[in-house]
């Protein structure tokens, strides 16, 4: 027995170095270094590494500029997710741009992630260009999913963009401190064994929102990622653990929406997020909301609450409710 037992023994070790010495790095498409001073041009912003994203704008037409915001989109999502968002809020005077992050949309390294540090620190230039356009209005980041995480991570790091709040619409803040163990040891393992495999959320069954008019297109929009590596899951991973464990440094007015019937985010890492922003942080909960809130059949609420409290900070939502009920 005792050496069928040192056999097993040694046959697991043996197993588990030579998965060690196979193993893989997620990969990370970094930026290159930077080579000029970043600009926004018409239709695209080039950062400091000369990469080239797309830009959409939403402005107001025949009525002053009040306000603007910069809007981010969610994973796997790009700009177009603002096509609605824009228009409405730019008719109330609200100019709204928004960029394809790195690896969305029709930006470069389709589906490749490209790192926390290089998200935030595009935002923060990408917030500086668009202040020069319009110098003399307030101006806003609304974050959406993911990218209320990349506007966390931006507010709370070395060099914070100048803005006047921040609007975190579902902000994807669910960190490996509220995952179950296994599901942090499966991405461990899938992220340094098999970085390159695809995966699907259709079996899980998720709801991201009940306008189904809009899920439509959106499933046979070639630029929305349906297949998406493991790498960039851990990617994003990073990315939540860092927007949930820097919230509590938030020191700009600050607007967070969250929709009772989310499957995206849950309920446990968004109120552990409440919990460590600052008490000033104004809550928007919406009963019949789900994930995509701005594209929601309700959408026109959690809009009509954007533009506001963007007018008026201390002012009343006229519906999101600051409780949960």
């Not at 069954?205 to 439509?216: F, Q």
Request: contains cysteine.
């Amino acid at each position: 027995m005792f050496r069928i037992k040192n056999k097993i023994t040694f046959s697991g070790t043996a197993l588990v170095l030579l998965v060690l010495s196979t193993a893989c790095e997620p990969r990370v498409n970094h930026p290159g270094n930077k080579v000029r001073e970043p600009k926004l041009e018409q239709g695209r912003y080039i950062t400091e590494d000369g990469t080239v994203l797309p830009v959409r704008t939403w402005l107001p037409k025949n009525i002053p500029i009040k306000a603007v915001i910069v809007a981010l989109h969610g994973f796997n999502d790009y700009s177009n997710a603002f096509s609605g968002p824009g228009s409405y809020l730019s008719r109330r005077g609200i100019a709204c741009y928004a960029y394809d992050q790195r690896g969305f949309g029709y930006a470069p390294g389709h589906g490749l992630w490209s790192g926390t540090e290089a998200y935030a620190n595009d935002l923060t230039n990408f917030v500086n260009e668009v202040h020069k356009y319009s110098p003399d209005v307030p101006l806003y980041v609304l974050g959406e999913s993911m990218g209320g995480a990349v506007t966390i991570v931006a507010m709370t790091g070395d060099r914070p963009p100048h803005v006047d709040g921040i609007i975190l619409v579902a902000p994807a803040v669910w960190g490996r401190d509220t995952m179950p163990w296994y599901q942090r040891w499966l991405l461990a393992c899938a992220s340094h064994t098999v970085p390159w495999m695809k995966l699907t959320g259709k079996v899980l069954g998720i709801t991201p929102s009940d306008n189904k008019t809009m899920l439509r297109p959106l499933g046979l929009d070639s630029k929305v990622i349906r297949e998406t590596r493991i790498d960039a899951m851990y990617g994003l991973t990073n990315l939540m653990d860092a927007a949930l464990s820097q919230a509590g440094k938030l020191r700009a007015p600050t607007l967070v929406q969250y929709g009772k019937h989310d499957q995206i985010i849950p309920r446990k890492p968004m109120f552990l997020m409440l919990e460590k922003v600052p008490v000033t942080t104004r809550k928007a909960f919406y009963k019949n909301g789900y994930h995509m809130l701005l594209r929601d059949l309700q959408r026109e609420k959690p809009l009509a609450d954007i533009a506001a409290w963007v007018s008026n900070r201390n002012g009343r939502l006229p519906f999101g409710k600051d409780t949960w009920n």
